[in-house]
């Protein structure tokens, strides 16, 4: 037996209709929507997730209209790929006391140098991460190339730092903006898939950073020197989901 009222300060609704989720061992989802006569659940029809949004978006729901970052070049409800242009910025470094050999990068911790150009890939559960030649924005057969950092996995996902605000009531875009300016303030520490080469430079990835340290302090370079990015096998079109 169910519930059909609901009363909302002044208004009163009656339920009409009921929307069913399902999940699999793999945690695929799928809907059914239900017809609602005499307090009894009617047999449904499985719907999908254009069904679902002309639902939810049908004429006299009020949908708060916001304005999409340039950064951002796709989005759905649960990802978003936003492109940071190459830019000057700081960069920061902890290296723990157990790797005594990298601990010269603490010493230039807060340095600025220039990012490469960088692709991301957001959801609130994880954040890819990728490098690209160019500065114009990305297309569908745009090359991807290994970020030049620590705190990256084997498969381009990022190492998290702590404390990315998830406000339920953000946007994925929202989130994605958030995220993205806790981990430019992040702080680069331990090597993970070390198997994986991330930088073409020939004294390796924490050299190559005191490299760049030095240079941007000195004004000798204005641009990310694009010829020692390592390429993969990825394009755009193949990290869309």
Same mark, same amino acid.
């Given at each position: 037996?169910?519930?059909?009222?609901?009363?909302?300060?002044?208004?009163?609704?009656?339920?009409?209709?009921?929307?069913?989720?399902?999940?699999?061992?793999?945690?695929?989802?799928?809907?059914?929507?239900?017809?609602?006569?005499?307090?009894?659940?009617?047999?449904?029809?499985?719907?999908?997730?254009?069904?679902?949004?002309?639902?939810?978006?049908?004429?006299?729901?009020?949908?708060?209209?916001?304005? $999409?970052?340039?950064?951002?070049?796709?989005?759905?409800?649960?990802?978003?790929?936003?492109?940071?242009?190459?830019?000057?910025?700081?960069? /920061?470094?902890?290296?723990?006391?157990?790797?005594?050999?990298?601990?010269?990068?603490?010493?230039?911790?807060?340095?600025?140098?220039? !990012?490469?150009?960088? @692709?991301?890939? $957001?959801?609130?559960?994880?954040? /890819?991460?990728?490098?690209?030649?160019?500065?114009?924005?990305?297309? @569908?057969?745009?090359?991807?190339?290994?970020?030049?950092?620590?705190?990256?996995? $084997?498969?381009?996902?990022?190492? @998290?730092?702590?404390?990315?605000?998830?406000?339920?009531?953000?946007?994925?875009?929202?989130?994605?903006?958030?995220?993205?300016?806790?981990?430019?303030?992040?702080?680069?520490?331990?090597? /993970?898939?070390?198997?994986?080469?991330?930088?073409?430079?020939?004294?390796?990835?924490?050299?190559? !950073?005191? /490299?760049?340290?030095?240079?941007?302090?000195?004004?000798?370079?204005?641009?990310?020197?694009?010829?020692? @990015?390592?390429?993969?096998?990825?394009?755009?079109?193949?990290?869309?989901?």
């Amino acid at each position: 037996m169910l519930d059909v009222k609901y009363q909302n300060h002044s208004q009163t609704f009656s339920l009409t209709h009921a929307l069913l989720f399902y999940q699999d061992q793999s945690q695929q989802t799928l809907a059914t929507l239900h017809e609602v006569r005499n307090k009894q659940l009617l047999q449904g029809k499985a719907v999908n997730v254009a069904e679902l949004d002309d639902l939810f978006h049908s004429p006299g729901q009020r949908i708060r209209m916001s304005l $999409i970052p340039p950064q951002v070049i796709a989005c759905s409800r649960t990802e978003v790929l936003w492109f940071e242009r190459s830019r000057i910025r700081p960069i /920061y470094f902890n290296v723990p006391e157990e790797e005594p050999k990298r601990q010269f990068l603490n010493r230039i911790s807060g340095e600025e140098v220039v !990012w490469p150009n960088l @692709l991301f890939k $957001i959801s609130r559960e994880e954040v /890819y991460c990728w490098a690209v030649k160019s500065s114009a924005k990305p297309g @569908l057969d745009t090359k991807l190339y290994r970020a030049p950092f620590t705190n990256i996995f $084997i498969d381009d996902k990022v190492c @998290l730092p702590n404390g990315i605000p998830n406000n339920p009531d953000d946007d994925i875009v929202e989130y994605a903006g958030k995220a993205l300016n806790v981990i430019f303030r992040g702080h680069f520490s331990h090597l /993970y898939g070390e198997r994986v080469k991330r930088i073409g430079y020939y004294h390796g990835l924490d050299r190559f !950073w005191e /490299y760049m340290v030095k240079q941007t302090a000195k004004g000798k370079i204005k641009s990310f020197p694009a010829k020692h @990015l390592i390429p993969t096998t990825l394009t755009v079109r193949s990290i869309l989901s």
